[in-house]
């Protein structure tokens, strides 16, 4: 059975030793209670944002190109593009990958002068996010745009994390490392550690895909510093 923000959240107020059978609930808690979902909420945050490319924040953008048109809007939840993955047509056999640029580089050098509209061969990126086709498109098409989403937040005790069921423990790790911290808890700090440590190694080498500041299959040497 997967565990939902309500089980994770139990075992933390299990694992840091606090007293009683709950929370029962993830709002309206107070106290000791209080802490422990909100460590479970920042851990689960901090651990989607170690990387920019899990492959649980992975998707798909399907866009209608317009003939005339050349700006696609970033989604709402963007968090980067994975560059290496836009085509035209995807799947289809008219299909073809586009080249991605970003939009400094396409000035000094595609964009200088006038441009004619005709077949797209480059995505290029702006510095707020969204994209446009260079040149402007003359025919309608679908450009298919792969992105990595913004952290996912839990919100109702039934939600689960979008970090993998069977990697979740180390939502709970990381929180422990808070409570260790804030709590004055050496000796909780010093287990939930490598605890951690563990657990990331093992989460990076099956869901990272290989494009973020630390290489596959290693793990940061270090958190969040004690005080």
């Given at each position: 059975m997967s565990q939902t923000f309500l089980d994770l959240c139990k075992d933390l107020r299990r694992d840091i030793g606090y007293t009683g059978s709950g929370p029962t609930?993830?709002?309206g808690q107070t106290g000791q209670y209080e802490k422990v979902v909100n460590w479970i909420l920042r851990a689960d945050r901090d651990v989607q944002t170690e990387q920019m490319d899990w492959r649980f924040l992975w998707t798909d953008l399907s866009s209608d190109v317009?003939?005339?048109?050349?700006a696609i809007a970033a989604?709402?939840?963007?968090s980067v593009w994975d560059e290496?993955?836009?085509y035209m047509n995807f799947g289809t056999s008219n299909g073809r990958p586009l080249k991605w640029i970003e939009y400094a580089e396409w000035r000094r050098s595609?964009?200088?002068g006038a441009t004619t509209p005709g077949t797209p061969e480059y995505v290029v990126c702006k510095p707020d996010g969204s994209l446009f086709l260079s040149p402007t498109p003359v025919a309608a098409e679908t450009l298919t745009s792969p992105y990595w989403k913004n952290p996912v937040a839990m919100v109702l005790a039934t939600d689960e994390s979008v970090i993998p069921d069977k990697f979740r423990r180390i939502i709970v790790a990381r929180a422990k490392l808070y409570f260790g911290e804030e709590e004055d808890a050496p000796d909780v700090y010093k287990a939930a550690s490598g605890e951690y440590a563990e657990l990331f190694t093992?989460?990076?080498a099956s869901e990272s895909l290989g494009k973020s500041r630390y290489k596959r299959g290693t793990a940061p040497a270090f958190v969040i510093q004690p005080s």
């Open positions: 609930a993830v709002t317009v003939p005339g048109t050349a989604p709402a939840d963007l290496e993955g836009f595609i964009g200088v093992k989460l990076l």
